[in-house]
């Protein structure tokens, strides 16, 4: 079917030629958007541009939906969706869809596309990853407690989440770090993200975490890694990214430094989620 097209090289620059401005629009963005930007990794092209998930998007606007796959929201929305997963026609639907969804949040008030996330509650929004939250004042304390009212009273979804935009809304006075594996940076490494995108997730975090690899010795018996050097391996990029200034970096069995000497004691709790 593509056998005959032209390769990325040719491709690529005319495919954001196209974009140009625009955001870029799809259901579960975050794994197409995955592809564009490896490819333009690959060909030493940068991108920054605002990606609008059509699933997250579908998850606030109907929270009440139980399922948010194309189809299912399509369905609930009149929308006709004939040959699901044939590209022309999934984004023929998803296109009508957005529409549908912008329609309603200009109805409430919404008028551009960074005010969405604020506008809308209700739903998991999208993946959620461990974070670790540390009040490093009494303001921060404060903060903390409503990050937590937030997550219980508005966005909860089987379990209590914190959108970003909550966390940067009460985030002075905290201290915000990584976790574990199962946060956000330690995936997008053992994902194998290229280091652009792993220096963008680094820079959200004031602190980026490793741990003793016995801690993630469950991630060799469920094939998530494929050996222990492996597992050092994911240890020592995201050392690499602390010690290129990308963020500041902390082990998991010591305590982090306050700028005037005392000391955070280590936390075990797991920290929030994202």
């Not at 139980?66 to 399509?74: D, E, M, N, Q, T």
């Not at 909860?156 to 985030?171: A, D, M, N």
């Not at 004031?206 to 050092?232: H, S």
């Not at 240890?235 to 000497?261: F, Q, Y």
Request: proline residues 4%.
């Amino acid at each position: 079917m593509v056998a005959d097209a032209s390769p990325a090289e040719v491709e690529i620059p005319k495919l954001l030629e196209f974009i140009g401005g625009a955001a870029f629009a799809a259901h579960n963005a975050k794994f197409d958007y995955s592809f564009l930007t490896e490819e333009c990794n690959r060909l030493g092209i940068e991108i920054h541009m605002p990606v609008i998930d059509t699933l997250e998007f579908s998850r606030r606007m109907y929270p009440s939906l139980k399922s948010h796959r194309l189809g299912a929201v399509c369905k609930s929305l009149g929308i006709s969706l004939k040959n699901a997963h044939r590209a022309v026609h999934d984004a023929r639907a998803t296109a009508h869809m957005l529409n549908r969804m912008l329609d309603t949040a200009r109805e409430k008030g919404v008028t551009r596309l960074n005010e969405i996330n604020s506008a809308l509650t209700g739903g998991a929004i999208g993946d959620s990853y461990h974070i670790i939250l540390l009040a490093a004042e009494q303001e921060g304390m404060t903060n903390l407690n409503k990050i937590v009212s937030e997550g219980h009273l508005n966005y909860f979804s089987r379990k209590p989440h914190t959108p970003r935009e909550i966390l940067q809304k009460y985030r002075k006075g905290i201290i915000v770090g990584s976790a574990c594996e199962a946060g956000e940076l330690f995936r997008a490494v053992a994902d194998g993200k290229n280091d652009t995108e792993l220096k963008r997730i680094a820079r959200f975090y004031d602190y980026l975490e490793i741990q003793p690899i016995g801690n993630n010795a469950f991630m060799l018996r469920e094939g998530m890694a494929e050996d222990e050097e492996q597992l050092r391996d994911f240890n020592r990029k995201i050392v690499w990214l602390g010690e290129a200034g990308h963020s500041g970096l902390r082990d998991g069995r010591r305590a982090l430094p306050r700028p005037e000497g005392r000391k955070i004691p280590r936390d075990h709790s797991g920290g929030a989620r994202l």
